[in-house]
């Protein structure tokens, strides 16, 4: 929304009120939307002002400056949030695009119209299984019982003895690989129809000439197709970059009291120190980590703008 | 496979490595699923392994149904789904419709104001607050409006709309067409893929809804599906097995009940969702 169209528009000449008259139907059109906007938006930016405030329950607030700032940069709980945040995103959205470039690949040499068809609506379904329903679906499979799929499978192969299951979604060692994994699951089908729809503009005229010129499959793949997805790949990596800080339901549905320390991120840290400390919710505490958090993500939304307007000459927002 | 038919192309071996990996991408893409769907007909204890019944039953679905207690989130996320999609898509179609008016004054403002909400939030606590003091929380009211104002999906719609050349919306005021006139019979008629793919989005976002009823809803009464499904799975409310039914094909019958009606209705709107991706992304 940022492109300007005001190059494109003739400045009307008409005053202002006229101007004003002749739009009257779009202001109430618009009237509802900037009234969500308020209430769901901005109203809870002026409650920012909490995180300055040492505010529990039902009790008054109290100023208390930056105490709850100083607290949160003393909490190991928070730090350890903070770089699980990191690492669990970033690494998560790496393996993620290079599943789906690598699956998009594969999928454009199919010239099996049906087949191709067949596999990607088989791919692209997990996207729509809510988070519950994924958490519920591997935690049967993963289940550390003879009853999962994955450790009767192991202990048929003899990797795991009878009786030893490995409980994937509860142990330190496990839990961040089976995350990746569900999330590959999940997200690279979808994640191949953009992929998918930068492959289909490719001229075709390029990939005959290169085989006039005897370039082979895996050459034609190496100098037409990956050029033409470098840029898509590199928007794909800037637009999610941008929103990795609001990581919150997947984790959510997946950890457990047992893999806290692995798996613990932002969000989920704001919402059991809220509402599952058992003591009466420090609204204060929370909203200072979530105005930290805020403000990073800010901070990245800013830089993958700037980024992304370099690269491909607009802006993300 | 099928290029046999079509070209008459030689298989090479390329073509064959080709077919078995996507048939292995496939196969892992399903098997989740399929071993919930075998294990939930499945009355013997479960072995993992298997990819068949071994003893065939549908008493896992019946102590589902029989379970009265499962109606109501059914019936709140049915609700909540058609009244949020509903509000989602005035909201994305009034404020896109609004911000193609380039001569309005005032309509840099607010599109700015939009666009900073993307940039900038207030966090989750301060939304609870505001959510809180305004007396929506124990209220669908709250898992309703909350997701409704999109602003991605407004700029999605946005991006739709301008598509639609200006000459028809020129010659509709000519002819003494007002702006809702033109709103409800030019830019609606013609942005039918639009609504569909938005329309979809939405209600997919409002039936998979967990994290605004965890933070707004505690009286259960007014739980969703998920929030159901969720503490069945955890053991905390499991409802009673029926028959030989054991715990696990209870718990593998509920996530079923979960996934079966939206795997009815995919293939009809699978190619939506894709206008959907490609409407914000092909968009130069």
Known sequence: MSRNKKEKTVVSTKPLRTRIYIHRWFYLMILPVLVFAIIFFYLPMFGIRYAFFEYKGILEPVFVGFENFKKMFSMAGFWSAFRNTMELSIIKLIVNTGAAVIISLLLNEITGLKFKKAAQTIIYLPHFMSWVVTASVFALILSPTQEGLVNSFLTSLGFVEKGAEIYFLGSNRWWRPAYYIINIWKETGWGTIIFMATLAGINPEQYEAASIDGAGRWNKMRFITLPALANTIITVLILNLAKIMNLFESVFVLQNDAVVRQSDVLQTYIYTQTFNSGALPNYGYTTAVGLVKSLVACALVLICNYASKKVRGRGIV | ?284
């Open chain 2, 1 to 284: 496979m099928m290029k046999r038919e079509k070209k008459k192309k030689k298989i090479t071996l390329f073509s064959v490595c080709l077919a078995i990996v996507f048939l292995l991408v496939c196969f892992l893409m399903i098997v989740p699923l399929w071993k919930v769907f075998v294990d939930s007909l499945d009355l013997h204890t479960a072995y993992g392994m298997k990819m068949w019944p071994k003893k065939f039953g549908f008493d896992g679905y019946i102590s589902v149904f029989t379970n009265p207690t499962l109606y109501q989130p059914l019936l709140v996320s049915v609700i909540t789904t058609i009244a949020g999609t509903f509000i989602g898509l005035i909201l994305s179609t009034f404020g896109a419709y609004v911000l193609i008016q380039w001569e309005m004054p005032g309509r840099t403002f607010i599109a700015n104001m939009l666009l900073f909400t993307m940039i900038f939030s207030g966090g989750m606590i301060p939304t609870y607050l505001v959510i809180n003091n305004l007396h929506l929380t124990n209220t669908l009211w709250s898992v309703i409006l909350v997701p409704a104002l999109n602003v991605y999906n407004l700029v999605l719609m946005r991006n739709f709309f301008e598509g639609i050349p200006v000459s028809l919306f020129e010659s509709a005021t000519i002819d003494g067409c007002t702006p809702v006139g033109i709103f409800f019979r030019i830019v609606l008629p013609l942005s039918k893929a639009a609504l569909a793919a938005i329309g979809l989005m939405f209600a997919v976002s409002y039936w998979n809804d967990y994290t605004n009823y965890k933070l707004y809803i505690t009286n259960s009464d007014l739980y969703n599906f998920q929030m159901k499904l969720r503490s069945v799975i955890l053991g905390s409310d499991l409802p009673i097995a029926n028959g030989s039914a054991t715990a696990n094909t209870v718990k593998n019958a509920a996530t079923m009940v979960a996934i079966i009606p939206f795997m009815i209705l995919y293939p009809f709107c699978q190619k939506y969702f894709v206008t959907g991706v490609n409407i914000g992304a092909v968009k130069e």
